[in-house]
Structures are given as C-alpha cells and as structure tokens.
C-alpha cells in the first residue's frame, strides 16, 4: 500500500509517492515504543477495523511489531475472528503469536473448534494456572502442532479423552499425548 503527498518545491508541485508499512506491511494507528527500549519494538492500537498484512482485525486490536517491523503478535479486545476460527479477547490479552510470513504460531480460542480435524478447546484461566497449557500451537508451515482436547475425540484412530493434550508433527501425524 503506498500514500500519496503533494509536496510544494519552489512553487512547484511535486507528487510524491511513499510505500507504507515495514516489510510490506501497513503500519496501524497510534504506534508507540514497546516498553523502554527500542530493541522491543512497537505497539500500535487500531483506530477502526482494518487489514493488516492481509489478515482483518478490529478496532482496539494491539499489534506488536518487532524492532525489525514484523508483525509478530496480537491481542484482541474483544473475541472475534481470526483464520477461520474464533479467538479469545479481553482488555489486556491474551496475546496470538504469528510466524514472521503472517502464518499463526499460538493462538488461544475462545471456544472448543475444530481446527484442521482435531476439537482444541479454549483457553480458561485455572488450566493455564495449574500448567496444563490451551494454547493452541502451529508449525510454520501452518499445520496444528499441538492443543488440548475440548471433547473427546478419536484421531488417526487413536482414542483421546476431553483435556488431552495431543501433538502432531509438520506433516500433521499424531505423534504422542501429553497430560
């Protein structure tokens, strides 16, 4: 995406166009510094709902650029929707992590979904607590790596109960259940 400006020289008229964003991407409204420290990037809040990096989100969304412009996380205010599936959202997080191309890296859904055949189940507060993650976890080439069952639920033909937590490898093949 690119802006357009009129820029006056010595009384002449010069249009100038300058490409937006870092790495292609569009930079949000009201960007801050992230914390103290300009190696942690920055901060923005989104106005209105907007595109940002092919993807929509919605107005009070805060994105995290990197210090090198990549968007690599978000959190939402509100649950909304987010690579066909619907994310938790609260004032203060929790924050969906993505790869540096755009693809999820750990998402936190706001209830049980299927996602790519398997039933995550969505993040509570006590199970985070007690380390019994609900994160729901990606491969950089997109496929589910990981997440806890919301049902009980037969995968590749391996029976699984609600609250297991099942692991897939890149290709998608189940690999182990952890507790």
């Not at 569009?26 to 106005?47: E, F, I, Q, R, Y």
């Not at 693809?103 to 979904?113: D, Y």
């Not at 969505?122 to 993650?133: H, K, L, N, S």
Request: one cysteine or more; charged letters at 20%.
């Amino acid at each position: 995406m690119t802006h357009a400006f009129r820029v006056g020289l010595a009384g002449l008229a010069v249009a100038v166009t300058l490409p937006l964003g870092l790495g292609g991407q569009v930079p949000p409204h009201d960007c801050k510094p992230w914390g103290n420290k300009t190696a942690l990037g920055t901060m923005c809040t989104l106005a209105h709902d907007d595109t940002v990096k092919g993807r929509q989100f919605p107005a009070g969304t805060r994105l995290h650029y990197d210090s090198s412009g990549v968007l690599d996380f978000f959190w939402i205010t509100k649950p909304a929707a987010f690579a066909g599936l619907t994310l938790n959202g609260t004032a203060s997080g929790p924050h969906h992590a993505l790869y540096r191309d755009g693809r999820p890296r750990v998402l936190w859904l706001e209830h049980t979904q299927d996602v790519q055949g398997v039933p995550c189940r969505p993040i509570r507060f006590w199970t985070e607590v007690v380390g019994r993650t609900s994160a729901v976890s990606f491969h950089p080439n997109g496929r589910l790596a990981a997440c806890r069952l919301g049902r009980a639920a037969t995968i590749q033909g391996r029976r699984f109960d609600k609250g297991a937590r099942v692991l897939l490898d890149a290709s998608g093949r189940l690999m182990t259940e952890a507790r």
